[in-house]
Each structure stands twice: as C-alpha cells, then as structure tokens.
C-alpha cells in the first residue's frame, strides 16, 4: 500500500532531494524539513506515518528529536528510521535505543531504502499482540504464558533467560533490538545480565533450538532480530560471519545450564 505521508528530516538539501524523488516515485507522499526543530513541530502538527531522520543534524540532533518523539503520546506510535553514515554502529545502537524502529546508511541504496519502509510501515500497521499469545514463526511455536517452546512440533528445553530473550524477540518479529535493550527486558532474573552475555545466551538458545536456530538473526554489531520471513535482511553477510563467529565459541559455553 502506497500513498503513506512520509516525513523527511535531513540538513542536507542533495540527499533530502533524493530520498523524495524515490519516494515519490513509489507513490508516498513525502515531504522535508532541515532542521530538528522543525522535524519535531512537522511531526506533531502533521502525524507522517513515518519519520525518516538524519542523526547528524545541526542544533537539536536527530538522537534527541527521535527521545522527544517517542516520550511524547501523541508521537510515540510513529515510526522512525534513521539515517546514519555507513559503519557508525554506535550511532545505530543509540538510536535503536533512543526508540528508532530501523536504520537505513548513508549513502543509501534505493532498493534497501524501499524495502526497509515498506517493512517499518507494515509492522507499525500490523496489531500489536499480547505478550502472552502463542506466537508461530517459522518453524518455532512459542507459548509464553506457560513457557514452552517447539521446534516443528518438538519440545525444546531453554532456561529462563534464554526463553526470555527468545520471546522478547518475538514479540515483534523483524525488529531489531540492541544488546541493551535485551538486557533491560529480560532483567529481573536472579542474576545480572551483561551485553556479552546476552551473547552467550543466543548462542546457547541456537544451539538448542536446532533447525530454528537460525530465526535468530545477528545484526552485526548491532544486535538481534527474530526473522519475520520478509527477506528483508539489515545485513546479509552479517548473518554467515556471526554463525560462524558463534559456532567458533560453542566450546567455551559447553557448561551451559540445562
Ligand atoms: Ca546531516
């Protein structure tokens, strides 16, 4: 479905010009803007189904104007994808945690930029599920109300944790979630979870999950996503090397618990 107003908030005229022309040529009406300022004021006076931001703006920067947005009600349920420069993953983790949906880098190819819309676009339209729903995705069957989880029709046995960080992922399939805000939602537990650790436990919950392990996605550097069957992958390559990165260090989580 096209037709979607889509705000753009970019400083720089040559780059804010072609994110609308492609825009515009897959029929989104899109519009924008040069500042943060005026980035804030356009989106709460227009409500754009989705705020595309650059990070890198002169006065407020996009860091804050995407905090601002999502701390507001009336803005909070808009979907922001930020532009970052290529290889900034520090600025991708920070916006992820300032609230970003999604990043597109700089220089940008069309195709990804597309994609990557359409995608944030539909699961902002998509309902949000109650988090103790069953959930089927792929091969995996998670029922989080009673803490089961199957692979094709087969019972796995995770630990708490590693439920945990399961289901959290698939409570919004596709979407990408920093080391940091894993920890924050499986936190609680009996014992204090770090960024590495998170880590661990993926790879210990991949293992485990066998031939669904691989719905599990690395987003290199960034973090991990549930695999929403899209196609739509943040980083293609990324997914090989970090297979192979965790298999490489299966050894040293042999004593996992049980
Ligand atoms: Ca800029």
């Not at 720089?12 to 804030?40: C, F, K, M, W």
Request: charged content about 30%.
């Amino acid at each position: 479905m096209s037709g979607e107003n889509i705000l753009i908030v970019e400083d720089e005229e040559d780059i804010a010009e072609l994110l609308e022309y492609n825009l515009q040529r897959h029929d989104y009406v899109a519009t924008s803007v040069g500042s943060g300022e005026e980035g804030l004021q356009a989106t709460r006076e227009s409500k754009p189904q989705l705020v595309l931001l650059d990070l890198m703006l002169p006065g407020l920067g996009g860091l804050d104007v995407c905090r601002r947005l999502k701390a507001d009600p009336a803005t909070a349920g808009i979907p922001v994808i930020m532009l970052t420069a290529k290889g900034e993953e520090e600025d991708i983790i920070a916006g992820f945690d300032a609230g970003a949906d999604d990043y597109v880098t700089k220089p940008f190819r069309p195709k990804v930029l597309l994609a990557r819309v359409k995608a944030v676009l539909r699961r902002g339209a998509a309902k949000r599920r109650n988090d103790d729903e069953p959930l089927t995705q792929g091969p995996l069957h998670i029922h989080p109300g009673r803490f089961e989880v199957t692979v094709d029709g087969l019972p796995v046995e995770l630990t708490r944790t590693e439920f945990r960080i399961l289901s959290f992922l698939a409570s919004r399939p596709g979407w990408v979630f920093t080391r940091g805000q894993i920890v924050k939602a499986v936190h609680g537990d009996d014992y204090p979870v770090t960024g590495r650790a998170v880590d661990v436990q993926v790879a210990a919950l991949r293992r485990k999950l066998g031939a669904g392990g691989r719905m599990v996605q690395t987003v290199r550097g960034i973090g991990y996503k549930m695999d929403d069957g899209t196609g739509v992958d943040t980083d293609p390559d990324a997914n090989a090397d970090a297979d192979s990165d965790a298999d490489a260090g299966e050894n040293e989580l042999a004593d996992g618990p049980k």
